[in-house]
């Protein structure tokens, strides 16, 4: 059996009650590797770890330079390594290679973009009266813990890792327990690349047994989480008995508005693009498709003529457009969402398991429409390949039915009326908001919800700002004594 082994202090370690967990291909629902099952002892050892490596030997030396030139060679190496990463990506998440090969470049993006925005971090000269200088200065926040999803494994990892080191941060981030491989392939690298031991520490276990204990542990001075919102709500809680920065990034249930007047075809693929990229499982899902009440039929009918024509498959194969979902868990939870839509609204395309493929986790791409959205399936998060069509009369009910969820993280509008689709822009509730596309994201733009979809910002500057505090320092220019007795 091919083992991993978690990373901590600069050492490839094994957990130290020596339990193991296996991993898997979804594909096949065939164990590929065993990770360790990390429990509070390792959480403690690799936190130790990085406390030791903020507080003292080379990391709090190191020049914003040269952390920077570390995450520049990091960049390198995955690019160098991109076919391979991408393959181990895609076998274990069940993304289309396709999309892996994307979203490794990215990756390698994201170490680019914070190795160059490690140099860039500014203090400030403040405007104070009299005799005094007033700086601030930006530090370090200490020791990161970061928890991520197995949406997009390695790239979550990214968002978290590169700003935190760009910072000076120390880190353990936690994989999700689906998807560990990639991160601890990454983490073999890591001290070639100039990182001394303990700045970066990746530990790989259950939310319950690995997790809970980080967020708990009084020495990390901040979390970093994205994930469901229920885990979300007891990170909070928890991260409240040591007043921890906290950082949530917690999905939704994203409207894709369309209006009549928007270019149709690209419409029609904008809106399946927008909810079954990577299987719908995306945090910013548009799986609230919107569509004036004049082209509702129409469209309706010509979403699902093509949604009839994406391409399931194996995820190793150039041609797949959709892979399976990620685990046994996810499916069975998607599997009960497409049985309840069939309660809820009016299916007309999928609802099930796709015919001759009797292994992995495949669900068929699946359309309800004449959806109220007050229905759970508007209403709650699926986070698969589950789309509900809404129609609308009129502007002011798109904006009303769009903001009408306890979530916030996206939207989208599709309109060539400019008037009408910034009006609409301003008044949605969302964090991320497109126009005439769904989807998109980039290293240099900020990332993050309103409401319950959480708060921070991650990506662009706001993504470092995260990881940094502010110090306040003033300086008497005044040689005088107070004379205050
Ligand atoms: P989850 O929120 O349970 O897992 C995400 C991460 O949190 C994993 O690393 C997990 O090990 C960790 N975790 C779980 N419980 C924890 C705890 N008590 N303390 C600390 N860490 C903990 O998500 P799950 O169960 O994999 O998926 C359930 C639903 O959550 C999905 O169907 C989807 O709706 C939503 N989700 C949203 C994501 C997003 O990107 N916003 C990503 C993954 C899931
Ligand atoms: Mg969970």
Known sequence: MNRYRMH??????????GAWFPVYDPSTEEIIAEVPDADEHDVNRAVQAARAAFDSGPWPQTTAQERGRILLRLAERIRKELAALAELESRNSGKPIVEAEYDMADVATCFEYYG?????????????????????????????????????????????????????????????????LTALEMARWLADMGLPPGVVNIIT??????????????????????????VGKLILKSAAESIKRVTLELGGKSPNIFFADADFEAAIDGALF?????????????????????????????????????????????????????????YERVRSYQELGKQEARLV???????????????????????????????EEIF???AAVIPFQNEAEAIRIANDTPY????????RDIFKAFRVVKALRAGIVWVNHMQPTYVEAPWGGYKQSGFGRELGPWGIEEYLETKQVHINLNEQPIGWY
Request: aromatic share 6%.
């Open 274 to 330: 927008g909810v079954f990229i990577n299987q719908g499982e995306v945090c910013s899902a548009g799986s609230r498709i919107l569509v004036e009440r004049s082209i509702y039929s129409h469209f309706v009918e010509a979403m699902t003529e093509k949604a009839k024509r994406i391409k399931l498959g194996t995820p190793l194969q150039r041609e797949t457009k959709m892979g399976p979902l990620v685990s046994k868990e996810q």
């Open 384 to 386: 698969g390949p589950v």
């Open 116 to 180: 160059g925005l490690a140099t860039k971090v500014m203090g400030h000269v403040n405007p104070v009266p009299d005799n005094a200088l007033s700086l601030s200065l930006r530090e370090p926040v200490g020791v990161a813990g970061q928890i991520i999803p197995w949406n997009y494994p390695l790239l979550m990892a990214a968002w978290k890792l590169a700003p935190a080191v760009a910072a000076g941060c120390t880190c353990v981030l936690k994989p999700a327990e689906q998807t560990p």
């Open 8 to 17: 901590i202090n600069g050492e490839s370690v094994e957990a130290q009650g």
């Open 349 to 379: 395309a999928g609802g099930g398991r796709p015919a001759g493929m009797d292994k992995g986790y495949y669900v068929e791409p699946t359309i309800f429409c004449d959806v109220d959205n007050s229905a759970r399936i508007a209403q």
């Open 205 to 230: 276990g259950f939310g319950e047994t690995a997790g809970a204990p980080l967020v708990r542990h009084p020495e990390v001075n901040k979390i970093a989480f994205t994930g469901s919102a229920a």
């Open 408 to 415: 916030g993280l996206a939207a989208a509008v599709w309109s």
